[in-house]
Each structure stands twice: as structure tokens, then as C-alpha cells.
């Protein structure tokens, strides 16, 4: 933009002292206005040995059930040390229920009998006797199905202005769709537009990196209750909403995502709106935890559908915005029941949308994936549990050392547990070839997409964040 030499703006709007109204998820009150408020006066937490780790999982609203508790306690007496915050609290958030499915994907014993396969077995089962056209499916991002032979209309080159040329490829097929039901609960707008935005970056994220087309979007709630004449939404008495009504989060989901979509650049094509409640024998029925799923389609070359090994010496890339202090815990606390854990720990942990910097991000990769040599190894999308998450995915066969100081910082009072696990969204890991680095760098600058290069891999298989500043 041109403009150099200022480090923060902020906007301020005028409210009533006695009856203030503002979104505590966006604003923040203050009593008069003067240049303390720009003063930070906090320092960053040190990094802290955790010995009493059933206190800090309720201090923290981790959800680590009584076994992962046991287990985190026996392998601390194995290493013969304490482990760290950053530890602890990494471990809740990759090994989540929303990371980890590990009741989905667990044995169930029904009537005394244990079954074979898990339901997530049984989906599987489904490709595996049936693959037709599948390309990839439960392994990656997105899934993949044969796409037709089609012509790339692209600049020769990405990272200058160049002719466009015409390519001939074999297409394949990208779809997903997930959920992102606690944040669109709590807080609809951002929930819903983070829903969409993460949806997009998976469809980012498949084989060595795939491209987003269209969008879909459901909403399921509780009874709206906006109409006299549907008598059925009065059967069942109207409750006391934990955060939003169900009018409010139809009307607020629906322009987040929209919203996001828009700003994105990527049409939503389709969508549906079911609304549910019902009580029988004492038992009340209704989506009061809501379902918002996000989903879509997109495309990638069929010769770029897997993957590849990081090699030793491959760099580790960040592609997006800084580190805040949003979204800690988000996917430990979205395995939970919601209203479980204090108001302020659930508020804590829902991300906010930024889709121009996903644009910039996204453009990067297309540069990436229409050159004639992709240099992407391996490439995941930060989204729950932040960079401990993307990147330990990034690099779960062969090991990484991440330097912590190279990841960018958007406030100084960031712990070291809190730079690893924030959830500031729009931002992409990836394992580029060393050669390549530099015209990646020349394609972000071009998109002005921030590009970081944070790490290395090692081949050793152990992951590691260390900080030359701190000497942690």
C-alpha cells in the first residue's frame, strides 16, 4: 500500500457508559481514551513444567479423558521429567475427538457383542469394495475421483507478468465437507465463515496441492419460531439459549458464510436449512449444539493426486497471516459438550475470518500448481490446533526442527504454547523442495501473500520448536 512506519491503527466507537452495547467477541470496552491504552505492559508467560496434569486440563479446558491422563503420567515417568504447557496442551488438541475420531474410529461392543469394524471402517469399506473412479479417499484432505482431460489457461510463469499458454492435463476431482458446529453454536458469523474458510483451504490441501471451485453450505437448528402459523415449532416449550437463539444463528451463520464466499471469490451452489425438535417421554430432542456444514468442489492434476515423502533438507514453509491469541484450544473444546466448560475458555477458542489473506494465500499455491514443475512436497492447512497440528502432519514420517522465533507474531505477549496451538486462521504449512524456495518467495511476494520459512526437515522422526531467543 505504500504506507511504512505505522505498527497498529485502531477504531474507536462511541457507547453509552451506563448501558454499553458491543460484541465481546469483536470489541473491547475501555473508560476514556488516552495513549495508555496503547501501551503493553504484559510480557509473554514462560514456558512452564506441568506437575499436576488433572488440575491443568480442568484450568485449561483440555477434555483429556481419565485414560489419556493416565497415559501422559505413565510416559512422564518413562522420560523421567514433567512435560511442558506446550506439551500438554498440544497433546489436547492433536489427539482430540476432532482430530482423532477416536471414537468414530474406535471398537464398539453392542449387546455384549464386540464388533469387527468401527463406523468409520464400515465407511471406508464402502470405496474399498466399490472404488470406480476414486482416485484418493480417507487419507488426505479431500478426497479425490477421475476428473476428464482438460486445458490449463495460465501465465507461463507465476512469480512475473507473462503470455498465458494453453496445458493439457489430466483432471482429477476434489470433494469435502466437514462440520464446524461449537464455533457456528457460540458465535455464527465467525463461526460459520471460519467453517467455510477451512473447508476451502482443505480443498487447498489435497495430494501436492488442488484448487477450490464451488461451494455448499447446511445449517441445522432448533425451531426458529418466527412464524405463528407453524404451530408444530410451539409443541415443545421455548428454553434459555446458551449464547444465540436460533433465529440469530440462521440469520448470522448464513451471512458468515456467505460472507466469506464472497470476499473469497467462490459462488456457493448449494445448500439446505433443517430446523428439529421433539420431546417424548420426557426426553427433549433438538439441534441445540447446531450442525453447520460447510462443503465444495474443486479440481487438481491427476499426476499431483499423492503426496510425496519430505526428504531431509526439504524447507518447511508457513504461507498467511500472524499469530494471535484466537482459537486456543479450539479442538479440544469442540469435543466437549458446549456449555461444559466456562463461557470465557468456550469464547477463547473461536477463531475470526480474514478471506482477502486466504485469497492471497490461495493464489500463491495456484502460481505453485500450474508451473510446470510444482515444487510442493507435502501441503496441510492450519486449523484446529494451529501450527503444533499442521505441522507434526506435515512432517509425521520423517521429523522436523521448527524454529519458533520465525514464526510471525501479531502480539508480543504470546507464550511459546500459545504461538504453537493459536488457531489464527488462513495460513498453510508446506514441504518445499530447497531449490525452489526462492521463486516461492518471488510468487508470494507477487500476491502479497506473507510467506515464512520456519523449518527443515531432518529425517530423524522426532518433531521439535525451539526458540535461539529464549533458549527453550
Avoid at 6 to 17: P, V
Avoid at 407 to 426: R, Y
Amino acid at each position: 500500500m505504500g504506507i511504512s512506519g505505522i505498527i497498529r491503527i485502531e477504531e474507536f466507537i462511541k457507547s453509552d457508559k451506563n448501558a454499553p452495547k458491543f460484541d465481546t467477541m469483536r470489541h473491547q470496552q475501555y473508560d476514556g481514551l488516552n495513549q495508555e491504552i496503547f501501551t503493553v505492559n504484559r510480557q509473554p508467560e514462560h514456558v512452564l513444567e506441568i506437575t499436576d496434569i488433572t488440575a491443568y486440563n480442568q484450568q485449561e479446558g483440555l477434555a483429556l479423558s481419565v485414560e489419556e491422563i493416565d497415559y501422559l503420567n505413565k510416559l512422564s515417568l518413562k522420560l523421567d521429567r514433567n512435560f511442558t504447557d506446550s506439551e500438554v496442551f498440544g497433546f489436547s488438541q492433536v489427539n482430540s475427538e476432532h482430530c482423532r475420531h477416536k471414537i468414530f474410529n474406535g471398537i464398539f461392543e453392542i449387546d455384549g457383542e464386540i464388533k469387527p469394524l468401527s463406523p468409520f471402517d464400515m465407511i471406508r469399506r464402502t470405496s474399498k469394495e466399490n472404488p470406480n473412479d476414486i482416485i484418493s479417499a480417507y487419507k488426505d484432505n479431500v478426497a479425490f475421483i477421475k476428473g476428464p482431460s482438460v486445458q490449463q489457461f495460465a501465465p507461463k510463469t507465476a512469480d512475473k507478468p507473462d503470455f498465458y499458454q494453453i496445458t493439457n492435463f489430466d483432471s482429477i476431482i476434489s470433494l469435502k465437507a466437514e462440520t464446524h458446529n461449537f464455533p457456528t453454536t457460540v458465535e455464527p458469523f465467525n463461526g460459520a465463515a471460519t467453517g467455510a474458510g477451512g473447508e476451502i483451504r482443505d480443498r487447498l490441501a489435497g495430494g501436492q496441492g488442488s484448487l477450490p471451485l464451488a461451494g455448499t453450505a447446511v445449517y441445522m437448528t432448533p425451531y426458529s419460531r418466527l412464524d405463528d402459523n407453524r404451530i408444530w415449532e410451539y409443541g415443545m416449550e421455548e428454553r434459555k439459549w446458551l449464547y444465540q437463539t436460533p433465529m440469530n444463528i440462521l440469520i448470522k451463520a448464513s451471512n458468515g458464510t456467505a460472507d466469506f464466499n464472497n470476499k473469497f471469490g467462490q459462488p456457493l451452489i448449494a445448500g439446505s436449512v433443517l430446523t428439529f425438535e421433539h420431546e417424548e417421554n420426557g426426553r427433549r430432542l433438538g439441534f441445540d449444539k447446531v450442525i453447520m456444514l460447510a462443503g465444495g468442489i474443486g479440481y487438481g492434476k491427476k499426476s499431483q493426486a499423492e503426496k510425496l515423502k519430505p526428504q531431509p533438507g526439504d524447507k518447511i514453509v508457513v504461507l498467511g497471516g500472524e499469530n494471535y491469541r484466537i482459537g486456543m484450544g479450539g479442538a479440544a473444546v469442540s469435543s466437549a459438550d458446549t456449555g461444559s466448560l466456562s463461557s470465557g475458555i468456550e469464547l477463547n477458542a473461536i477463531q475470526r475470518s480474514n478471506p482477502e489473506m486466504q485469497k492471497r494465500v490461495a493464489n500463491t499455491i495456484r502460481g505453485l500448481i500450474e508451473s510446470e514443475n510444482n515444487p510442493i512436497v507435502s501441503i496441510h492447512d492450519h486449523g484446529a490446533g494451529g501450527h503444533l497440528n499442521c505441522l507434526s502432519e506435515l512432517v509425521e514420517e520423517s521429523g522436523g526442527r521448527i524454529d519458533l522465533d520465525k514464526l510471525p507474531v501479531g502480539d508480543p505477549t504470546l507464550s511459546a504454547k500459545e504461538i504453537m496451538s493459536n488457531e489464527s486462521q488462513e495460513r498453510m504449512g508446506l514441504v518445499i523442495i530447497q531449490d525452489d524456495i526462492e521463486e516461492m518467495q518471488r510468487i508470494a511476494d507477487r500476491e502479497r501473500a506473507p510467506m515464512y520459512d520456519v523449518g527443515v526437515v531432518t529425517g530423524d522422526r522426532r518433531l521439535i520448536f525451539e526458540s535461539g531467543t529464549t533458549g527453550s
